[in-house]
């Protein structure tokens, strides 16, 4: 039986090349170097697929990969129907964020009970965020570049991820509350890890082992 791993190009897919490598993987080709979107890897039967971050968890999900690597992220928003999350992979990390523009009053915004308008990709976590808080919000979904809505009044706020703080600052916004901390796990399809466990448990195993030293 042939496994199918679903990764992202760009840092999730650098980041996970070592975990394969500690399972003994390696990859024949880069994502990067070749528009293939299966690549196959030094063992016949492992093969990879490379999709987009989001859809990592549909692949999964179907069964048209058996495993994945998603951030923390993406799953949520995707609601995790038919994956085993065995692994935090402790890659990719990086926190979900509010951010407004520089000098835009946010606490007193939240305080007067202002309904303010937020802009995100991340609905699902935006919403569970702000109804936590008791705080009153219009989410305007957008699929990229969420720092612009502020800076053109599209939105009083965004939800976006934060890693270095570069984006924000680039764009005269700051952060000012913290969300959730964000890194990449393990995705596993429910049905392949009971089919397929003899040859996919020593693998979830040594990706699992790889990680903690
Ligand atoms: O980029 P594309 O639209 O193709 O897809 P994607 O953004 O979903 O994929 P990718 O590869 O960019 O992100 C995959 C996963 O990496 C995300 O789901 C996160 O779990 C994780 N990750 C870690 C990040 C970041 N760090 C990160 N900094 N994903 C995105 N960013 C973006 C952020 O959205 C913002 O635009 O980088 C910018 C901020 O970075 P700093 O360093 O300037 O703070
Ligand atoms: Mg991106």
């Known amino acids: 039986m042939s496994i199918t791993i679903a990764l992202s190009k760009g840092r999730i897919f650098e980041e996970t090349l070592p975990l394969l490598a500690a399972a003994g993987i390696e990859p024949l080709e880069s994502p990067d170097s070749s528009r293939k979107l299966i690549i196959d890897t030094n063992h016949a039967e492992i093969r990879l697929i490379i999709v987009r971050a989001t859809d990592v968890p549909t692949y999964v999900q179907y069964g048209a990969a058996d495993i994945g690597v998603a951030g923390h992220d993406v799953l949520l928003e995707h609601g995790g129907a038919g994956l085993y999350q065995p692994v935090d992979l402790r890659i990719a990390q990086c926190r979900l964020m509010v951010a407004t523009r520089v000098g835009f009053d946010y606490e007193a915004a939240v305080r007067q009970g202002a309904r303010l308008r937020v802009a995100t990709k991340y609905t699902e976590s935006a919403r569970q965020h702000f109804a936590k808080k008791g705080v009153h919000v219009d989410l305007i979904k957008l699929y990229g570049s969420m720092e612009l809505a502020p800076l053109v009044g599209l ?59």
Do not use: F, M
């Not at 991820?161 to 399809?189: F, P, Y």
């Not at 040859?199 to 990680?211: E, R, T, V």
């Open 155 to 213: 939105a009083d706020a965004i939800v976006d991820l934060v890693s270095t703080g570069s984006t924000l600052k680039a764009n005269q916004l700051v952060a000012v509350e913290h969300v959730l901390d964000v890194s990449s796990r393990l995705v596993v399809n429910q049905a392949a890890l009971k089919l397929k466990r003899k040859q996919l448990q020593p693998l979830l195993d040594q990706i699992a082992s790889a990680i903690s030293c």
